[in-house]
């Protein structure tokens, strides 16, 4: 259960949904195809905290779905740095009153939401 947990954790992830000014708007997704494809800025984008603390937390969320042996509480801590990541997302739809950032957000939350209520029987 955990490990299928951790895959919807990767996915709803991925729709999250960013808008900035002036009219520039992508998904996360989008966002990691474009950092990895601009080779010339590479090294620069891993050194923004940010983008490191998704992409690690995104790998620790993948090698929890494909491990089913991983450790729970490493796992759990993956997923509550990527929880910060996502929260800060929705406090900027919610200054911005942003509802399409809202929306989006809303998967992921949920799902958080739901394995840490099951924390314990998760296996």
Known sequence: MRRYLNLLLFLSFQICYLEWPPHN??????AIFEIFSKTENLVDNFTHPIILLGLLTQLLLLLGALNPKMNKKINAIGILLLSLLVLLFLLISIISLNLKMFLATLPYLSITVYFFWNYKKLE
Request: charged share 0%; no cysteine; glycine share 0%.
């Open 25 to 30: 708007s992508m998904f996360v997704f989008q």
